[in-house]
């Protein structure tokens, strides 16, 4: 009997697509294929998708199935029988990137800062602010990055950058070990300038030490002890938790390298380490980021998980019909768009909430209004 080749009598297709040996396929997340076998009489087939078993029918000469691909990027086996086949799922182009977030995320409050203005607030509000000042942005920011800066950093931690340093000391002449040339010099001044006959009792000599105490390695201690402190403000500002972050911290700063680096106050340059070295150019980049987000003085009164990438779209198509009302004119009043508290000011869109632009003659621009039978002037007969 013939030997079973998948790549020649296995074929799929996604929809509109064409037929094509399933080798050569290029397989998305989250698609729906279908897939036929040709044969040439029917048979009993054992065939799975990541050993999942995948049901079909069979017709003349040929076995017709369908399947839909795992909702994730990665390896994907096909069997049949005791043939098997490895391919590769790769991302859905409607996927949200990580950069689409964080830009979507800029849009909306850029935009809320803009129809601040037009608020009608009588509270005075800070919107310039003190540089590096909190906001949701920030926090979210943290939350999703801080495992990137321990990876970072737990590997700046095991090669840290060191240098030898030259340190003079008098030492008493019995525990003198070695004479360098240095040390020769010292001994020739001293003993002219003073007339002496002997040796004096002690005796300078030169020591060379591996320190750690770098001008980059004080960079990386500063920049964490601001992160502890920023984190410190996050607590007491919005109460959240920030005891795993600080656990991190402080093992930093007190059980590593770190404990005996100097801080100073100079002003941050760009060495040719801090260039070269991986760990550290990261560590610079990562801490960059952290403050990008000083300009944005609007947050959110609540997170948005990563997962529910559906509700910041929402927002974001909201806050894009309120940029082109704006722009054309027609904004009144966004009053209900913003909580204020006693130092901050928050943007208030969630669902129910029924957050209210109010437009020029008499129109009005809601947020995920709910309807529902006693909702005047539009109403819905049912349900909600």
């Known amino acids: 009997m013939e030997q079973l080749n998948i790549g020649d009598k296995l074929k ?5 697509g064409d037929w094509v040996p399933i080798d050569k396929a290029y397989f998305r997340e989250a698609t729906e294929y279908e897939w036929r076998y040709s044969c040439e009489q029917t048979q009993y087939l054992d065939i799975r998708m990541n050993n999942f078993p995948l049901s079909y029918s069979s017709k003349d000469n040929e076995i017709n199935g369908m399947f839909v691909t795992p909702f994730q990027v ?11 086949l490895d391919s590769y799922i790769y991302p859905d182009s409607r996927k949200m990137t990580e950069h689409q977030y964080q830009q979507m995320l800029k849009e909306i409050l850029d935009e809320a800062a803009l129809c601040f203005e037009l608020s009608g607030l009588s509270q005075s509000i800070d919107m310039s602010g003190l540089t590096r000042e909190i906001s949701w942005p920030q926090w979210n920011y943290i939350q999703t990055e801080f495992k990137k800066l321990e990876r970072i950093v737990g590997k700046l931690l095991d090669k840290p950058h060191r240098f030898l340093k030259n340190q003079n000391e008098l030492v008493l002449k019995e525990k003198v070990k070695s004479i360098t040339v240095g040390t ?5 001044k001293q ?27 004080q960079y ?3 920049c964490i002890q601001q992160l502890g402190w920023l984190l410190d403000v996050y607590q007491k500002e919005i109460n959240v938790s920030v005891n795993h972050y ?8 007190h059980r590593t390298f770190l404990k005996d680096v100097t801080v100073t106050e100079k002003s941050t340059s760009i060495t040719q380490v801090m260039k070269k070295h991986p760990q550290y150019r990261q560590t610079k980049t990562w801490f960059d980021e952290l403050y990008q987000f000083k300009d944005y003085k609007i947050g959110f009164d609540y997170q948005i998980p990563l997962k529910e990438t559906f509700a910041l779209y929402e927002m974001w198509c909201y806050m894009k019909i309120l940029k082109y009302l704006r722009l054309q ?4 009043n966004t009053n209900d768009l913003y ?4 130092s901050s000011v928050f943007l208030d869109l969630a669902t129910n909430k029924e957050s209210r632009v109010q437009l020029k003659k008499g129109a009005n621009l809601y947020f995920q209004r709910m309807y529902q039978s006693n909702t005047k002037k539009f109403y819905t007969y049912t349900h909600p």
């Open 246 to 253: 600080k656990s991190k911290i402080n093992y930093w700063l």
């Open 220 to 222: 990386v201690k500063r």
């Open 74 to 84: 990665g390896n994907i086996t096909f069997k049949i029988n005791s043939e098997s």
């Open 12 to 16: 799929v297709k996604s929809r509109g």
């Open 339 to 342: 909580k204020v508290s006693k």
């Open 191 to 217: 003993m002219k300038f003073e007339s002496m006959t002997r040796l004096p009792s002690y005796i300078n000599i030169s020591k060379r030490e591996e320190t750690f105490n770098t001008f980059e390695n």
């Open 329 to 332: 004119g027609l904004v009144e």
């Open 184 to 188: 020769e010099r010292w001994l020739e």
